[in-house]
């Protein structure tokens, strides 16, 4: 297969900073910041590292004030391009956007803070702030954290229509207001997911920008693979204008990140794409999260490590085991796991799907998950 044969969705121009978004631009690949946003040195020097990389788009978390702050700082040291990761606190948008580059809002998360405000409002407000400041918006839908007025319309046991759903409607929404300057994302841990959502959006709107992704993809190589599977097949069809490849990685690695999403796209381009894989995995799934500067507790990415290591005793076992780093998306994103542990600062809580099995010291925790897997397995009436 060769460049000409790939036939790209025609979308809009998307300009962040000094790069642009969509409309026949070569495939844009980012990454997200995992120090504290408040960590000044620490976070300039993960920015300069992943530009070094090619990161044509940095992310960062902000929740506070506190870290409005430091990232108004951080950007007077840095030349990237900056986009920020709103959670709850959407007015941050107002602080932030003369500062930066483009933020990112979750619309599952404008549910959260000031509920009697209607959601088009705070869309409406945060547009008109990235409109005076002349940014852009990404609309980013997540599997972990979806609109719940969405995932109330459609049967619990369909993933894929409240995640397509929220994505429509607020591109819908923002276009009713006049402001087009933004690009979507549809992003779960599951490639097959990922692949049929974003497909499905880009069928109703192949002209708005799509950023690809599959969130806590994992430890590499399973997370490199997993996102392989799902990249290859939307870029192969033409859907992606920018994207990131999520991997728990320690910080001095995380420019990995990068060099993985590009070397994707060229082989994507270079036709050294895989047999069309359907992701239906037989032996342990590990997610764990990307991390980023809400981790409370840096042995996370040792946690994680330790987890895929103790799974390699159950190869025969179709288990998905999820390692986040917070509480901000961690109890929610265990939640569809067979077992699933998010990290507090001091403690790490252990679920069984949805259902809370208690809180465990670091130390403790490995043993006690070893304890639920071999429970769970003879709970099950056959093997795999
Ligand atoms: S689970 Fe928490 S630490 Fe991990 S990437 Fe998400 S927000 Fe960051």
């Not at 994302?185 to 990922?194: A, G, I, Y």
């Not at 082989?267 to 500067?293: E, Q, T």
């Not at 809370?356 to 403790?364: I, K």
Request: glycine share 6%; charged share 25%; proline share 5%.
């Amino acid at each position: 297969m060769s460049h000409r044969e790939i036939s790209r969705n025609a979308t809009r121009a998307v300009r962040v900073g000094d790069r642009t978004i969509g409309a026949g631009n070569p495939i844009l690949v980012q990454s997200m910041c995992a120090t504290h946003t408040t960590d000044l040195e620490a976070t300039c020097r993960q920015i300069d590292a992943l530009s070094a990389a090619g990161a044509g788009i940095v992310r960062l978390a902000v929740d506070s004030r506190k870290d409005a702050e430091a990232a108004i700082r951080i950007t007077d040291q840095v030349q990237a391009n900056i986009c920020i990761d709103l959670q709850e606190n959407w007015r941050l948008a107002e602080t932030l956007a003369p500062h930066v580059d483009k933020i990112r809002y979750n619309p599952g998360h404008l549910h959260h803070h000031e509920k009697k405000v209607p959601w088009k409002e705070k869309v409406q407000r945060i547009a008109d702030w990235a409109m005076d400041s002349d940014i852009a918006l990404r609309v980013g839908v997540n599997c972990g954290s979806v609109d719940p007025l969405q995932k109330e319309k459609w049967p619990a046991d369909d993933a894929i229509s409240p995640l397509v759903a929220s994505a429509l409607e607020h591109s819908e929404f923002l276009d009713s207001i006049g402001f087009e300057r933004y690009v979507v994302s549809l992003k779960d841990s599951d490639p097959n997911t990922v692949i049929e959502a974003n497909r499905r959006f880009a069928e109703q709107r192949p002209e708005v920008p799509v950023h690809l992704g599959v969130t806590e993809a994992g430890l590499p190589p399973d997370g490199i693979i997993k996102t392989r599977v799902a990249f290859e097949q939307l870029i192969s069809k033409g859907i992606g204008d920018t994207l990131r490849v999520s991997l728990t990685l320690p910080n001095d690695e995380k420019h990995q990140e990068i060099t993985e999403g590009q070397k994707i796209i060229d082989d994507v381009f270079a036709g050294r794409v895989r047999s069309v894989v359907h992701y239906a995995s037989k032996g342990p799934n590990i997610i764990s999260c990307p991390s980023c500067s809400r981790v409370e507790n840096g042995d996370f990415v040792k946690l994680a490590q330790q987890v895929k290591h103790l799974s390699k005793e159950y190869q025969e076992h179709s288990l998905t085991i999820a390692v986040m780093g917070c509480r901000v998306n961690g109890p929610g994103e265990t939640d569809d796991a067979d077992l699933g542990l998010w990290c507090a600062p001091s403690f790490v809580n252990l679920k069984r799907g949805e259902e809370s099995l208690g809180a465990y010291p670091y130390d403790e925790i490995l043993e006690k998950l070893k304890q639920e897997i071999e429970s769970l397995i003879q709970s099950r009436p056959t093997t795999p």
